[in-house]
Each structure stands twice: as structure tokens, then as C-alpha cells.
């Protein structure tokens, strides 16, 4: 399929964003797509992919008897396919929603596991820019949930080298409020882009998705969500009593250094009314309040 044909995963974080008009003009030929040739974090996560994946596979066997899992590699087409052996296999997905639109999917590629057969895709991210896999997922969803929806699956792994460090895999699972949420915006481009009328741009410049909070918490990260408690009033009371104990337990460790500084080399107890410090024969200083004792 042509790429002006259907909506692809790496087009889903501009429909998120709300840059229609840069796709739309993208998609029509009015303007060049971005040309990543010569763009060097875009060609060393091209040029290792193959590696990251078998990478990601080994790792999967690794101590099994036998290799329980495989990956068909995907070669990446944003170069006209010129870097692809020609007998090499392209996975693709495409899915049309009720509207008409057409999306397509063309991950890094496919994972399958021999004894279930079950298939999964299989996306490998480099970079140096993110600090954790976490933060990565969350740059990449749109791209994420983009290739569920069109696969039909409800996971994905993703394989992220953070750095030069060995790759950290998570399996992120399909959330039908984020892909609802999603399709909704593609249908919106879609029905501009069918009746060749160039959306209004953009009324504020911004590269992050616009995604509720909610929707962006629905999606599990190897099994677990996280929840926004700010409307959670009891948990929320809990917070300022949280941070005051914590600045108090700093506080209460300067305290005790200063308290075992004041021994002299031949004393071993202080005492007062209210509170008695005592050293071991290890050194150690116990400190003894009227009511309460602790080490």
C-alpha cells in the first residue's frame, strides 16, 4: 500500500498532536516528507535493529532446552525499501474503521512463540534521549496502540537501549479507551483528507499528545496501570503529613550525629530528666526518651 493511502504508525503521533495540516499537506504531495537520510540517530537505530532483535530473542531462550521463540525481522521501508533484500517478508496490518479511515502497520517486527503459537509485535527502540523504558512508552504510544489496533493483539512488546546499555523489554497491553480515543482523532483527519480539504493548523505548537490522563493511565505496562490520586482526598490528606515525616527523619538524623559528637573519648553515657545516650562497647549510641527507646 502507498503511504498516502492509509494513516501509519509513525503519522499517529501527528494526529495526536493535532499538526493535521502538516500530515495532510505530507500525504497530498503539497510539501516533502521529512527526509531522514542523513539524520544519524534515525540511521544507527536502522542499521541495528537486526542485532537489537536477536538480541531481544536471545534473551527470551535464554535457559530453555530448546528455543521457544523466534522474530521475523521487518526491513525498515522509509528509504523506498532500498536497504531490503528482495526476498525478504513484509509484515503489514491494516485495519479501516466504520468511518472509512485506513490505518496501516508496519512494525520492526513480528515475535512468535513455537509452543503456543501465539504472535506478537516485536517494536526496538534506540535511544539517548530517555533515561528509562517507561518515559520511551510513553513517547512512543501513539505508535504503540497504532500497531494494536491494526494487528488485532493485545500486546506488544517493546525493547528499548537506553544509551549503551543492554536493551530493557516491557510488554505494553491494548487499551480500548486510548484506541477509541485515538480512532476518533484519525476518523476526524481522515474525513479532511477524503474531501482534499486542508485542516485548520494547529492552534498551539506542541509536540506532546493530546491524550486525557485517564485514557494515557488505562494502558498496562506488563501487567499493572498506574492511577492519578489527585481527586483521591483521603490520599491526598495523607501527602503533607507524608512530606513533614520525611523532612523530620532527615532532620532527626543530623540531630543524632550531633548528639554521638558530643561524647567525650572516656564517656559512654549523658543523661538528663528527660533523656539518656548510651554507647555499647561496638560504639553504638542508644538513645533513651521518657517513654520511648530506640536505637
Same mark, same amino acid.
Given at each position: 500500500m502507498d503511504r498516502a493511502d492509509y494513516i501509519g504508525s509513525t503519522d499517529a503521533r501527528t494526529i495526536l498532536t493535532g499538526n493535521w495540516d502538516v500530515l495532510y499537506a505530507e500525504k497530498k504531495g503539497l510539501r516533502p516528507r521529512p527526509d531522514f537520510t542523513d539524520n544519524f540517530p534515525v540511521q544507527?537505530?536502522?542499521? &541495528?535493529? /537486526?542485532?537489537?532483535?536477536?538480541?531481544?530473542?536471545?534473551?527470551? $531462550?535464554?535457559?530453555?532446552?530448546? /528455543? &521457544?521463540?523466534? +522474530? #521475523?525481522?521487518? +526491513?525498515n521501508i522509509m528509504d523506498e525499501d532500498k536497504h531490503r533484500p528482495p526476498e525478504t517478508d513484509q509484515h503489514f496490518a491494516s485495519v479501516t474503521l466504520p468511518g472509512g479511515a485506513v490505518l496501516g502497520s508496519h512494525p520492526d517486527g513480528l515475535l512468535r512463540h513455537r509452543g503456543s503459537g501465539a504472535v506478537y509485535v516485536l517494536e526496538a527502540k534506540h535511544t539517548g534521549r530517555f533515561s528509562s523504558p517507561n518515559d520511551l512508552a510513553d513517547f512512543y504510544m501513539p505508535q504503540i496502540q497504532h500497531h494494536l489496533l491494526c494487528w488485532g493483539h493485545e500486546t506488544l512488546m517493546l525493547s528499548a537501549i537506553i544509551g549503551n546499555l543492554e536493551p530493557e523489554r516491557i510488554w505494553i497491553g491494548a487499551s480500548k479507551e486510548w484506541q477509541d480515543h485515538y480512532a476518533g482523532k484519525c476518523q476526524a483527519f481522515?474525513?479532511? %483528507? *477524503?474531501?482534499?480539504?486542508? =485542516? =485548520? =493548523?494547529?492552534? +498551539?505548537? #506542541? $509536540?506532546? /499528545?493530546?491524550?486525557? *490522563?485517564? @485514557?494515557?493511565?488505562?494502558? /498496562?505496562?506488563?501487567?499493572?496501570?498506574?492511577?492519578? @490520586?489527585?481527586?483521591?482526598? %483521603?490520599?491526598?490528606s495523607l501527602v503533607p503529613e507524608y512530606v513533614a515525616a520525611v523532612k523530620a527523619g532527615k532532620r532527626l538524623v543530623e540531630i543524632k550525629s550531633e548528639m554521638k559528637k558530643a561524647f567525650a573519648d572516656d564517656e559512654n553515657e549523658l543523661y538528663s530528666a528527660s533523656l539518656t545516650l548510651k554507647k555499647d562497647k561496638r560504639g553504638a549510641m542508644r538513645i533513651k526518651v521518657t517513654g520511648a527507646e530506640e536505637e
Open positions: 544507527l537505530g536502522i542499521l &541495528t535493529e /537486526p542485532f537489537h532483535c536477536n538480541w531481544v530473542v536471545k534473551r527470551l $531462550n535464554e535457559g530453555a532446552e530448546e /528455543p &521457544t521463540w523466534e +522474530y #521475523s525481522f521487518n +526491513y481522515w474525513d479532511f %483528507y *477524503t474531501a482534499g480539504k486542508m =485542516p =485548520p =493548523p494547529s492552534l +498551539y505548537e #506542541s $509536540n506532546r /499528545p493530546i491524550v486525557p *490522563t485517564k @485514557i494515557a493511565d488505562s494502558v /498496562p505496562f506488563n501487567g499493572f496501570k498506574r492511577r492519578d @490520586i489527585s481527586s483521591d482526598n %483521603y490520599l491526598q
